[in-house]
């Protein structure tokens, strides 16, 4: 006989939904919070707290430096994949902790180059302008699409077409965005380059880019303002990778494994815990109550929960392991309220996996998670590291699991057995910039909170009053007897654009 049967069955988050609650004047989106901690921390500094609930999951086709950025600026933070060498993960952490607003670092070329390489840089990174350096970096000019025609050029090299930088602006070892801007619009230009005292390229300033980078108010940043960095660990290198991210300036560490609830999980917490003391580490995933007190009780500082639900899983067909993430939410946030009575300490909870529209985000909230992890649905977007193909004229992004093939043939895997898959490869519809994606989602959720009387996440934490929908309402809740474009959607799904 099994240990334990549960014969209710588990539930999704998409089998439920919010009643409104009382809506006072003073829950307007604008005063609404989306302020959440990150990891719990004894000295609550500001670094580990989100000022949005979402993360990017550590996963190669979601969540490189390029995300780490992005994502740290608007408010909240990407888990960068360890399923990569120590030395490239540990470059990724540099590249976010050393990114200056406004700062590009762009591709150098080289003044032998010729016209066609490049063109063909410019059309995979979909950058116009690139500096020209020499061997040692020092700045030699710039090239841009005004400077080259492809079809009379191509054999041309670099040196023939580019400016000189004897006719270029530069400013010399400027740090500040409003210098920059000044020194731009002093010289009348576009482009800044930076140098050091010793004339070698630092970085460009665009001045398309300026007002947008002066106007990042939710930004996450370290003490220094410096972005915050999470970097994902495995249990198999951690000694070895974790020396390296530190090093490398990594604010938290986040253990990435399918299931956490073992003793290789439990061991990891506690050697980081006692050789990087001042170093956070996620625990996870778990799906129950017992994962959830042991890896707090190993250290974890926070736990993402979720298992067999992610877009690109096939954890549950092929090993039958899993749970519905509404029903793991609900058991573990009831741990976790009860390790806070019992101690006084908050444990974060992130749900990890198949969260794929806002509703399922602001449920998992209501629910009583702290923020949300996704893959999907920031794979589709041009921060991902992937690039955009054409499918029968739609633009797609590649997404693949890190137990499908394609991220298997890196040897210390989430999925150690190697016999056989967990995850599938596929492409996604691509979506465009992060910052236009957030602004439309925060602003659901935002919505949905007002709706149900609530000013901040803790507050949504208790006031939300959630009921299971039947298949039916699910239906009813989508267009229905009525023509979408020439679709009657009483026969036809309907699907949103998320
Ligand atoms: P999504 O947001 O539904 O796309 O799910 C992303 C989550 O799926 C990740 O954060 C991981 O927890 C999980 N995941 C990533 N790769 C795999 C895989 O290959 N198999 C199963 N789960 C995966």
New binding site residues.
Partial sequence: MAKRIITESSRTLMEYRLLPGYTSVDCSPDSISLRTPLVYSEDNKKKYYLNVPLVS???QSVSGARMGIELAKLGGTAFLFCSQTIESEANMVKKVKNHKAGFVKPQKMKIDMKVKEMFEIRKRSGHSTFPVVDDNGLFLGLISKWDYDISLHSDCLIKERMINKENIEVGINITDLKEANNALLESHKSILPILDDQGKLVSMVFRKDINDQLDFPLEVHDENKRLVSVAAINTHDHKERVEALVKSGVDVLAIDS?DGYTQYQADAIKWINENYPAIPVIGG?IITKEGFRFLVEAGAKAI?V?M????????QEQKGTGRGLATTIIDVVEERDKYFTETGKYIPIAA?????STKDVTIALALGADYV?????F?RMDESPTDKIVVNNRVMKP??????AR?QNWKAR??NQGKF????EGLVEYAGHLRDNLEETLAKIKSSMGTCGAMNIPEFHQLAELEVVSALSIREGKPHDIFVGTENTDNNEYNSSE
């Fill in positions: 999951a550590a996963m399918s995933n993402k979720g067999g639900g992610g877009s690109i899983c096939i954890t990890d996996g198949g969260v794929t992890m996704m893959g999907r649905y794979a997404y693949w699991g890190e137990g499908s991220a989430r999925y898959v967990e995850g599938v």
